[in-house]
Nanobody
Framework: QVQLVESGGGLVQAGGSLRLSCAAS????????MGWFRQAPGKEREFVSA????????YYTDSVKGRFTISRDNTKNTVYLQMNSLKPEDTAVYAC???????????????WGQGTQVTVSS
């Protein structure tokens, strides 16, 4: 079992930055691919970014490419999402997830955090 806890969310003006963290406990995250997903009110959950076990491969949804950067520190059992040039449409609850496969599909991730709220004001 892996327990995931996100932090770093908050309220920021458009154009600002936030760094989300996802701290894992229970097992080392080096065994897992990690992903970030988000869900805005009234919308379905959507994929944001994913990183492979080693960190050598990353995926991003088109709307965040060039603005968001995913990274991981396996020694700290933590995954990060650096979010720059934030837009109001980035407003959502962001959750991290751990899974065996390096994919963009939420169905392949077995463990989920509770999420952290990100609100971007215009």
């Amino acid at each position: 079992q892996v327990q995931l806890v996100e932090s770093g969310g908050g309220l920021v003006q458009a154009g600002g930055s936030l760094r989300l963290s996802c701290a894992a406990s229970g097992r080392t995250i080096s065994s897992y691919s990690m992903g970030w997903f988000r869900q805005a009110p009234g919308k379905e959950r959507e994929f944001v970014s994913a990183i492979s076990r080693s960190g050598g491969s990353t995926y991003y949804t088109d709307s965040v490419k060039g603005r968001f950067t995913i990274s991981r520190d396996n020694t700290k059992n933590t995954v990060y999402l650096q979010m720059n040039s934030l837009k109001p449409e980035d407003t959502a609850v962001y959750a991290c997830a751990a899974g065996a496969l390096h994919t963009t599909s939420a169905n392949t991730y077995a463990y989920w955090g509770q999420g952290t709220q990100v609100t971007v004001s215009s």
